[in-house]
């Protein structure tokens, strides 16, 4: 059975760093493409940073201050997050999809293109 589990999140306050990591059992993550996403109460899921098939993606919102990144052999994808906004306030999740699956570029970070997905990790930036 394939199952991404994510953690790392917490309350911090603004300025800080936190880092996510999403554990997947039930399959590698080598030749998948990864991502993270976010979602704010009543705010649509928002994609924040894709790396796959030698490219990286990141939402404007977070670039330069959010890094994507994978380790194959630990089955392990994380989020590493500096210089927290309240903004970045969100449940984050992860989600995979395989890299024989084709698509462009400006859809690397849309939800709905990612068939398998973590429950979530609450991250909270208030001060």
């Known amino acids: 059975q394939e199952q991404l589990v994510e953690s790392g999140g917490g309350l911090v306050e603004p300025g800080e760093s936190l880092r996510l990591s999403c554990v997947v059992s039930g399959f590698t993550l080598k030749g998948r493409t990864i991502a993270w996403f976010r979602q704010a109460p009543g705010k649509e899921r928002e994609g924040v940073a894709s790396i796959g098939k030698g490219k990286t993606f990141y939402a404007e919102s977070v670039m330069g201050r959010f890094t994507i990144s994978r380790d194959n052999d630990k089955n392990t994808m994380y989020l590493a997050m500096d210089r927290l906004k309240p903004e970045d306030t969100a449940l984050y999740y992860c989600?995979?999809?395989?890299?024989?699956?084709?698509?462009?570029?400006?859809?690397?970070?849309?939800?709905?293109?990612?068939?398998?997905w973590g429950q979530g990790t609450q991250v909270t930036v208030s001060s």
């Open positions: 989600a995979t999809i395989r890299d024989q699956v084709v698509f462009t570029d400006d859809l690397y970070l849309r939800p709905w293109v990612y068939p398998f």
